[in-house]
């Protein structure tokens, strides 16, 4: 029977000192999420309305694109814009890959979000805004899209979720954000258990915190329920 060596399982002290390190990447997750997630919702946006636009040639490709993100998995994706692109003649940053990567996957998926919050809010409201003679983005601007907040809230939070602990991929192309440099720490010290338990740990406290904050404004925006 193979020896189970508890003492390599967690070093307490080698997470304390290459805590520090670790944290430097920190910054390019937090910051590559809250980027990547604005510019997503507003690829997901207007991808939602040319997904329920009358026009072919609009709702046509929006489908393509939604379809392509969610059937292909996010390690992939990033893998062609990095490692791919180069081929054709396109060479990205690996920051400049993980931004297109992250921000045309949280697309796709929130495009469908913000459509079925939209086709959420009843006839009656456009009809309504019709009567008061608003023009169609009048409508959108003013009482469709501050309801649709509400009804996407909880998807597009658990949307963002995902995309934090999905920015531990982008260590496979060298972007420096935690796992990338726990896995520098855990290669030096012969200790990767430590360092992966240590990186888990940190993505729990945000996720947690985020967690909070996603309770807070659900009840805020709750408030305003009809």
Known sequence: MTDIHWDRLFNPQLAVDSLPFVLQGIGYTISLSFLTMFIGLVLGLVTAMGRMSARIWLRWPARAYISIIRGTPLLVQ????????????????????????????????????????????????????????????????????????????????????????????????????????????????????????LVAAIYWVICTLLNVLQDHLEKRYGRFAT
């Open 78 to 197: 990033l893998f062609i814009l990095y490692f791919g692109l180069p081929v054709i003649g396109i060479e990205l940053t690996a920051i400049m890959a993980a931004i297109i990567g992250l921000s045309l996957n949280v697309g796709g998926y929130s495009a469908e979000t913000i459509r079925g919050a939209i086709l959420s809010i009843p006839r009656g409201q456009w009809e309504a805004a019709k009567s008061m003679n608003m023009t169609y983005w009048q409508t959108m601007q003013r009482i469709i899209i501050p309801q649709s907040v509400r009804v996407a809230l909880p998807p597009l939070a658990n949307t963002f979720l995902s995309l934090v602990k999905d920015t531990a991929l982008l260590s496979v192309i060298t972007v420096p954000e935690m796992l990338y440099q726990a896995k520098i720490v855990g290669g030096r010290s012969f200790d990767p258990m430590t360092m992966y338990i």
